[in-house]
């Protein structure tokens, strides 16, 4: 992790004691690494939509039976086959399917990939997460 740099930050005490308590949920040894993650997520966030590749997930819940939906999504994926590394469908119930699909490509055309498959008629659930690939994140 190259040279390591020390800061201080000030606080509120109300916000500090909510900050411990969300480190301690989530198995956090220290704040320090709580504080690192938080930049990390926010850098992604910010540099996504200018990196030349870009990753995701995307999850969807439908109702298969309806209005021809599973055609639909099927078409919507495979005209956009090379933005998909990978899908995972499971039957939650009868009617119900969740769909989890890996995409990795330009970042746009992943979010617009991704924006038609949830706003397709039908669809009951469905959210994006994008992620960085890596490469300029320590």
């Avoid at 201080?8 to 109300?14: A, N, Q, T, V, W």
């Avoid at 990753?55 to 078409?75: F, P, Q």
Wanted: glycine share 6%.
């Amino acid at each position: 992790m190259g040279n390591l740099t020390r800061f201080g930050i000030s606080l509120d005490k109300d916000l500090l004691e909510h900050f411990d308590a969300l480190c301690s949920l989530k198995g956090y040894t220290n704040r320090s690494e709580a504080i690192r993650d938080l930049i990390r997520m926010a850098l992604v966030e910010q540099r996504w939509n200018s990196e030349p590749c870009g990753a995701g997930t995307l999850t969807l819940v439908y109702d298969h039976h309806k209005n021809d939906l599973a055609r639909r999504l099927m078409d919507i994926q495979h005209d956009a086959h090379e933005c998909i590394v990978t899908t995972m469908h499971v039957h939650l119930d009868h009617n119900n399917c969740l769909e989890v699909l890996v995409l990795k490509g330009e970042p746009q055309r992943v979010r617009l990939l991704a924006d038609r498959l949830v706003s397709c008629k039908g669809v009951k659930h469905g959210v994006f997460t994008a992620t960085t690939t890596g490469r300029d994140l320590d």
